[in-house]
């Protein structure tokens, strides 16, 4: 029996000195997410079956590991999908084919178990769909885990899995990771492809990867699921070696930025937060650093009204996508009120203010880089989130409240390197006095996820986070 809460690099070792099986590792995860799913409802569905079978020819450096994916944007061929919505999921839709992120995880050895939950169309800052119930938070089961990879980080969080893929699009890896305590890292623009199924998702806001328990475990998938595929629209630069080699590398002396409050003023940031990025700078500062005040000034400047524009169009583009799905267009009765608030609001924009929206967007993420190119520092270092996740039904939408507006307040720290495209790091480097987990960010410029994982490695010796377990976890 492979020992609990290690990280799929180790449990990939364990089959290769022959202590474990692929299909023991299958068996083990499977009863994790039976015995802990009804009380966290992180995975929406399952294909254990399949899961079993393909254990028994798996191939590859990780044989026989167990993930699982959330559902959204990405696909797995027969299964189950529904995007957090319950008129996919009512219609018992099914995917066509595999994504390529799925295929390059077989080929590495990776067994698929399930599907993760997702908020409906990975829109609101919580895992709370109306289809499949609220996901509940580990280490606190009345909490948010927040969204939209909330489903996967509360897998990872309680060892239902080692490894979970995510999607960030606002923050969507690192919001859920930060949460639950886990590693959440948003690429660079154009590092993981997402087709042949899906492409240019949000005109290249969103991006894929996973959420993990360790550094390493972040570089083997980087690795394994990076390069282009056919038909993308964006490349990230191809990096001088494979990324797991940066795990433990000498990053030499780095100059970085520290920005602990939200330099619009128009969110507060909770003292712990703040407490943990300056409790991560100074330990930056020890291992040799320059770490001083410092952050884009672009960032005062993100334009909502560039950004709203074109989330509102390309959700009602993706409600056209999904009445196509299933044979009939989608109707108020079929979304959830948030959902259709936004998609309403879509149906108003000219073609005129999408496109100059979508100029804004483009114009102030080269602004924000410049800050890398021109003023020649490394990283920067914010907290993830400005404070705890509130109680889950906070952020829900409803009704009388179809948009909560506090929960845009969680993607202040997050959103800006969707808009220019830049890799983005979530580390559990601190806890508060409620023992919830806290995430601290750092940031790179495009193409630079080497340099992160570096930094990432030496906090991660430093400031080791793999004895924090939430309370309701797996047990042997």
Same mark, same amino acid.
């Given at each position: 029996m492979a020992e609990l809460f290690i990280d799929a690099t180790a449990q990939a070792e364990l089959v290769r000195r022959g202590e474990v099986s692929p299909a023991e590792l299958v068996e083990e995860a499977i009863a994790r997410i039976e015995g802990l799913n009804p009380q966290i409802n992180a995975v929406i569905a399952t294909r254990f079956d399949k899961a079993r079978a393909e254990a028994k020819r798996?191939?590859?450096?990780?044989?026989?590991?167990?993930?699982?994916?959330?559902?959204?944007?990405?696909?797995?061929?027969?299964?189950?999908?529904?995007?957090?919505?319950?008129?996919?999921?009512?219609?018992?839709?099914?995917?066509?084919?595999?994504?390529?992120?799925?295929?390059?995880?077989?080929?590495?050895?990776?067994?698929?178990?399930?599907?993760?939950?997702?908020?409906?169309?990975?829109?609101?800052?919580?895992?709370?769909?109306?289809?499949w119930g609220p996901t509940r938070n580990p280490w606190d089961l009345s909490r948010s885990v927040g969204g939209s990879s909330g489903g996967s980080a509360a897998a990872v969080a309680s060892g239902m899995v080692a490894i979970a893929h995510a999607s960030d699009g606002g923050g969507s890896i690192r919001i859920p990771a930060s949460a639950c305590g886990v590693v959440g890292l948003r690429p660079s623009r154009g590092r993981v492809s997402q087709g042949p199924t899906a492409n240019e998702v949000w005109h290249g806001?969103?991006?894929e990867l996973a959420v993990t328990r360790t550094v390493r475990d972040t570089a083997a998938v980087l690795d394994i699921v990076s390069g282009r595929r056919t038909g993308d629209v964006y490349t990230a630069p191809a990096p001088e070696r494979p990324f797991t080699r940066e795990v433990g590398a000498d990053p030499g002396r780095l100059r970085i930025g520290v920005l602990a409050e939200d330099p619009t003023?128009?969110?507060?940031?909770?003292?712990?937060? !703040? #407490? +943990?990025?300056?409790?991560? /700078? *100074?330990? &930056?500062?020890?291992?040799?650093?320059?770490?001083?005040?410092?952050?884009?000034?672009?960032?005062?400047?993100?334009? !909502? #009204? +560039?950004?709203?524009?074109? /989330? *509102?169009? &390309?959700?009602?583009a993706e409600l056209d996508h999904y009445g196509k799905l299933i044979g009939r267009p989608l109707t108020e009765d079929d979304v959830e009120p948030g959902t259709w608030a936004i998609a309403e609001l879509g149906r108003t924009i000219p073609a005129t203010s999408y496109v100059a929206g979508l100029a804004g967007l483009r114009a102030a993420g080269a602004a924000i880089e410049r800050w890398w190119a021109d003023d020649d520092w490394d990283l920067l270092l914010t907290p993830t989130i400005p404070r705890a996740l509130p109680p889950l039904g906070t952020l829900a939408s409803t009704k009388e409240n179809p948009i909560p507006a506090e929960g845009f307040a969680y993607a202040t720290f997050t959103m800006p390197y969707n808009v220019s495209g830049q890799p983005a790091i979530s580390l559990p480097l601190s806890q508060s006095a409620e023992g919830l987990p806290i995430g601290v960010q750092l940031v790179a410029a495009y193409g630079r996820e080497d340099l992160l994982l570096r930094v990432a490695a030496q906090l991660e010796a430093a400031m080791p986070w793999a004895d924090r377990l939430p309370p309701v976890r797996a047990a042997s």
């Open positions: 798996a191939a590859g450096p990780f044989e026989g590991v167990p993930y699982v994916l959330k559902d959204l944007t990405l696909t797995s061929a027969d299964d189950p999908y529904a995007a957090g919505m319950s008129a996919l999921k009512k219609a018992g839709y099914r995917a066509a084919r595999d994504s390529y992120f799925v295929e390059r995880m077989r080929e590495a050895g990776f067994v698929l178990l399930g599907k993760a939950s997702t908020p409906e169309l990975g829109l609101p800052c919580t895992t709370e769909p109306v289809a806001l969103a991006v003023g128009q969110t507060v940031v909770d003292r712990q937060h !703040a #407490d +943990a990025v300056q409790s991560a /700078a *100074a330990t &930056l500062a020890e291992l040799g650093h320059q770490v001083a005040e410092g952050f884009p000034p672009a960032l005062r400047d993100i334009p !909502a #009204d +560039a950004f709203i524009p074109c /989330a *509102a169009a &390309l959700t009602v």
